[in-house]
């Protein structure tokens, strides 16, 4: 009996510590395997400016696509299709650099797509995700089946909106420990030159106000961006990209943003503490400004989608 | 034979109870996200800290999140089900605390943000007399201002 019970326990441990050793040993393959198979443009260079850990604790949130999705929607602004990237055109993507920014680009045109519940055309948007993911080796974060589901049942449109957000930023986070933040770099810049495409498309329909503020504020995010992609120069198929983002940033030293301090407030709501944050910004930009920011973007972004 | 299988049994609790228990992330975003309410989903962050070797405390885990202005933002916390402590939630502008989930000696599982200066701000996670423990915490948009509205 006795011996009996020494012998279980001993099973249990060596499977407990069995278990852990083949846990690590497969996770150790599969990095192994994942870094053999970097795409072709993306293979590192020289070492890195920027430690890996600050490039993703810079980059984690640089754009969401549906705070820009919903702003666009607020103006009025009818939905255009045309002005979203052709699916069509991942066929032109044949390196790993532009699957990476136009992954990014198409997670933009999804968060427009998705905030005006566009169903019908959701898929083709989908089905693009999907290839241009699975071309850079991040597929398995997209559930293509289920997104597919979701999109077709009008019913589940917040769901597929939440879905392929956290998909997105699964992957984001997945490069970065991988320490593939290059393409990480790349899918972010995508999505924020797209989602200030669609922006400067709605503001000169319609001059909105908010959206031409939302523009400004860029500002301080071109230079974070520019400082980040910078990080690859070494790539050659980082240096267009780099020079756009220096042309822009040189474009908007002529915005100004101001900041006026004063006491936050705090209000008990539902059972929530809500803050009211006290500095407020206040951006001015001419329209000669706005102008030639939009036309610069509009250059980046046809680059991007080309 | 019965000090054995007691002896056996204690010591088998007692290796449980001193293990971190692994969480279960799918299910607290699952729960974080029902109690996200009606917002637009932005990010979630995963925070899992561990005491150090020897029993030191766990530290903390600092997520860097952009705002824009003009909009209300809501930042939720689901604590994981071992915790011995609940999380502590804490919202950054450099230095400067701006917003905390524990205030007036209660512990919130939610708070809001009106932001009115788009920048990057700093989510820090932490536990109380650096205990460990594990949580799921979710950003949404809960409301774009426009001009006129809100104090904008």
């Known amino acids: 009996m006795i011996r009996n019970l020494i012998f279980a326990l001993l099973i249990l441990t060596g499977a407990g510590f069995l278990s852990s050793c083949a846990g690590n040993s497969e996770k150790e393959n599969a990095e192994q395997e994942d870094e053999l198979a970097l795409p072709d443009s993306l293979t590192g260079e020289a070492p890195l400016k920027l430690s890996e850990e600050i490039i993703g604790d810079v980059i984690q949130n640089i754009s969401s696509p549906v705070e820009m999705a919903n702003l666009i929607k607020s103006t009025g602004v009818d939905f255009s299709q045309q002005i979203l990237n052709n699916p069509e055109n991942i066929s032109n993507y044949s390196t790993s650099f532009k699957r990476a920014l136009n992954l990014g680009v198409f997670s933009a045109d999804l968060g427009y797509i998705n905030s005006y519940d566009k169903s019908n055309i959701v898929v083709s948007y989908l089905l693009a995700v999907k290839n241009l993911s699975d071309g850079i080796r991040v597929g398995q974060f997209f559930d293509f089946e289920s997104l597919k589901r979701m999109a077709t049942n009008s019913s589940n449109l917040d769901s597929l909106m939440q879905m392929s957000v956290s998909s997105f930023n699964q992957m984001d986070a997945y490069l970065r420990q991988q320490n593939r933040s290059n393409v990480s770099a790349l899918v972010i810049t995508g999505a924020w030159v797209e989602g200030l495409y669609i922006a400067s498309n709605v503001i000169e329909k319609t001059n909105d106000e908010e959206l031409i503020n939302r523009l400004g504020e860029q500002k301080e995010i071109v230079d974070i961006l520019y400082i980040i992609l910078r990080n690859y120069e070494q790539n050659s198929s980082f240096k267009l990209l780099i020079d756009h983002l220096s042309d822009l940033k040189a474009l908007y030293k002529q915005v100004k943003i101001t900041k006026e301090v004063g006491e936050p407030k705090t209000i008990e709501e539902d059972g929530m503490l809500i803050i009211v944050q006290a500095e407020v910004s206040h951006v001015e930009i001419s329209s000669e400004t706005l102008g030639t920011i939009i036309e610069k973007i509009k250059e980046i972004r046809a680059d991007v989608i080309e | ?152």
């Open chain 2, 1 to 152: 034979m019965r000090k054995l299988i007691f002896t056996f049994l204690l010591l088998l609790g007692v290796g449980f109870s001193g293990t971190y228990a692994q969480c279960n992330h799918e299910a607290l975003l699952k729960d974080a996200l029902t109690q996200m309410g009606d917002g637009q989903y932005i990010k979630d962050f995963i925070v899992d800290l561990k005491n150090e070797k020897g029993g030191g405390p766990s530290g903390t885990v600092k997520y860097s999140v952009i705002l824009n202005s003009r909009s209300q933002y809501k930042f939720n916390v689901v604590n994981g089900a071992g915790n011995s402590e609940k999380v502590h939630m804490q919202l950054f502008d450099g230095d400067k605390l701006l917003v905390s989930n524990k205030a007036q000696g209660k512990m919130y599982s939610a708070f809001g943000f009106v932001c009115r200066s788009t920048k990057v701000y700093s989510l820090v996670f932490s536990f109380p007399e650096g205990s460990e423990g594990c949580a799921r915490a979710v950003l949404s948009l809960q409301r774009q201002f426009a001009a006129g509205e809100g104090g904008f």
